[in-house]
Nanobody, 114 residues
Framework: QVQLVESGGGLVQAGGSLRLSCAAS????????MGWYRQAPGKQRELVAY???????NYADSVKGRFTISRDNAKNTLYLQMNSLKPEDTAVYYC????????WGQGTQVTVSS
């Protein structure tokens, strides 16, 4: 089993930045693919960014150039640096592990005010 705990969400004004963290524990060894999804009210959960290695990452078109996914293997922690935030980025952000994603965190709320 793998446990994922997100942190770093909050309220920010448009144009601001936040960094989300996802601390992984349990049987994380061998889990290479990790990423972030989000779900806005009334919408389906969508992929934000996924990472297999530093050289292989995938981003939703809506966040390309603004968000950066990274991982600190020594700390078993995944990050999502979010810059130039927009009100449409408001959502609950979830950390996921595995490919396809089979482990999920509980989510962290990100609210961007206009």
């Amino acid at each position: 089993q793998v446990q994922l705990v997100e942190s770093g969400g909050g309220l920010v004004q448009a144009g601001g930045s936040l960094r989300l963290s996802c601390a992984a524990s349990g049987s994380i060894f061998g889990i290479v693919a990790m990423g972030w999804y989000r779900q806005a009210p009334g919408k389906q959960r969508e992929l934000v960014a996924y990472r297999i290695t530093d050289r292989y990452t995938n981003y939703a078109d809506s966040v390309k150039g603004r968000f950066t996914i990274s991982r600190d293997n020594a700390k078993n922690t995944l990050y999502l640096q979010m810059n130039s935030l927009k009100p449409e980025d408001t959502a609950v952000y979830y950390c996921a592990a595995g490919s396809p994603a089979r482990y999920w965190g509980q989510g962290t709320q990100v609210t961007v005010s206009s």
